[in-house]
């Protein structure tokens, strides 16, 4: 396995942490805070139960998280190594030199939200090796991180460092020119600046400007982001109509980006009081599950039509799935499916429903025939596999926040024909088993025919090591017949 050292352990350097944790890697923590084991725990707990609800494949092995006890030690033979410590210049000054005294060859990649790349190489050993990798908490869940290097920096080690955030299911964007603050951050300030105005003037709420961002353009900015939304505006004339139309207005005093108000105690016990009124109900952790949940909805609805950080989302799981379809046939049921039980998923009395199963069944055999290779574009050439028969078994509960698995088992299968046996497990215990006969259609025949050689290939030799597994209890089962 690979190493990541994460140098921090606060809410970024946990969501860093997690991201590479969950993908794979082993990863090394420092950071004296002695709450720092704590604190990252609870940040694992809320990436275990959301990002594996955006992926369609197992997820890989999770690897080992170790909490070193200096600096050196967790550097210690890391591939990479992300720094998440406060934003202070010269201590991240100190944290690179005391690095690169072991390290002097290794990516070193800064969470800097403010810094230049090349104010972070000040007097560095090796320079080449520090760049800005900023991304955006969650960590674990937004796919964001600006890449940002410096003349100084050697291009070979971006594009290596690129690679590593996109194998971890990152989109690095790659910031051709530094700048303070990078591209994202300076919108962010903006948007900040008028907030905190409007407040201070007592033209709006937090919570009424909240509701502003989130009923509103938020929602746009989320799957077109700003050019295209304003393009869509500009109506079937496009950008230049918009400009046209709107252009002028950028000349009337509506805005305050290049005066901020004082910061001082009034105007903090005023933003804080109204924040506490608005969300102090919550704490900490339950805003965190509940933005992570509505994040969760919010991504995959964007992977469903491939668009945006949805398209992020699927080009990870094809990445991890080529991993898939090179592995040797295997002699024990497949592991297709990692899933969790959604609000959406239980029924009124607090369990998985009937149809869930269902689902849970069909992402599963689905996963199946993608590794087999009669995926989207083998429908689109007019073949694919219809369910003719399904049989499914409960035999357990499955309830709100459980993690369940769907493994695949090849009972028999022919150029025509697919029987599986399907298990829906939550750990080692079996909550449904769900078997099916699948036929093999000429779409637009309509009516059987063989599978492609392609398919066949894949699929056989699987078949071939599931036909030594034992039978699965239930197989072959009608509905009423004893259990046992």
């Not at 970024?12 to 997690?18: K, Q, V």
């Not at 400009?243 to 108000?261: E, H, I, N, R, Y």
């Amino acid at each position: 396995m690979k190493k990541a050292a994460i140098i921090g352990g606060g809410v970024i350097g946990g969501g860093w942490a997690a991201r590479f944790l969950l993908n794979g890697w082993n990863v090394s923590v420092f950071d004296p805070d002695p709450e720092a084991e704590r604190k990252i725990g609870e940040v694992l707990a809320n990436a275990r139960a959301a990002l594996p609800a955006l992926s369609d494949i197992p997820m890989p092995p999770e690897g080992e998280l170790s909490f070193a006890q200096s600096l050196t030690e967790a550097v210690e033979g890391s591939d990479y190594i992300q720094e998440s410590v406060s934003e202070r210049l010269e201590l991240k000054h100190r944290v690179f030199a005391q690095i690169q005294q072991s390290c002097p060859d290794t990516l070193i990649g800064s969470s800097t939200s403010g810094f230049k790349p090349s104010q972070l190489q000040e007097g560095a050993a090796n320079p080449a090796m520090i760049f800005v990798a900023h991304p955006f908490n969650p960590v674990y869940l937004l796919p964001l991180a600006e890449v940002v290097p410096s003349a100084a920096s050697d291009p070979e080690a971006i594009e290596r460092a690129k690679e590593i955030l996109r194998e971890i299911g990152m989109f690095p964007l790659h910031v051709r020119k530094e700048i303070d603050a990078h591209i994202a951050d300076r919108f962010l300030e903006a948007v900040w600046r008028e907030a905190l105005w409007l407040v201070k003037d007592g033209v709006a709420t937090t919570e009424e400007i909240d509701e502003a961002i989130r009923m509103g353009f938020g929602l746009r900015w989320g799957q077109m982001g700003l050019f295209e939304t304003y393009r869509v505006a500009g109506g079937e004339a496009g950008m230049k109509h918009f400009m046209a139309q709107f252009g002028p207005c950028l000349s009337w005093p509506w805005t305050k980006l290049m005066d901020v108000p004082e910061f001082n105690d009034e105007l903090v016990d005023l933003i804080a009081g109204q924040s506490d009124a608005q969300s102090g109900h919550h704490t900490i952790r339950e805003l965190e599950r509940i933005r992570d949940g509505n994040l969760i909805g919010f991504l995959r609805a964007l992977k469903e039509r491939n668009w945006g950080a949805g398209k992020v989302l699927r080009e990870h799981d094809e990445r991890r799935r080529v991993a898939f379809h090179a592995a040797p046939a295997s002699g024990a049921p497949l592991v297709m499916a990692e899933m969790q039980v959604l609000p959406g998923w239980i029924d009124y009395n607090g369990h998985m429903t009937e149809s869930r199963y269902l689902f849970a069944a069909s992402e599963t055999s689905d996963a199946f025939l993608r590794l087999i290779g009669a995926d989207m574009d083998y429908v689109a050439g007019g073949f694919s596999y219809y369910t003719a028969e399904t049989h499914i078994l409960h035999l357990g509960e499955a309830k709100l926040g459980h993690r369940l698995t769907g493994t695949l088992q090849v009972l028999a299968a022919d150029d025509k024909r697919l029987h599986v046996f399907i298990r829906i497990q939550r750990g080692a215990e079996v909550v449904a088993s769900v078997e099916q006969m699948l036929l093999h259609v000429d779409m637009q025949a309509g009516k059987t025919c063989p599978a492609a050689s392609s398919v066949l290939d894949r699929l056989m030799p699987i078949a071939a090591a599931h036909a030594a597994l034992p039978r699965p209890d239930g197989a072959g089962r009608a509905v009423g017949q004893r259990k046992s």
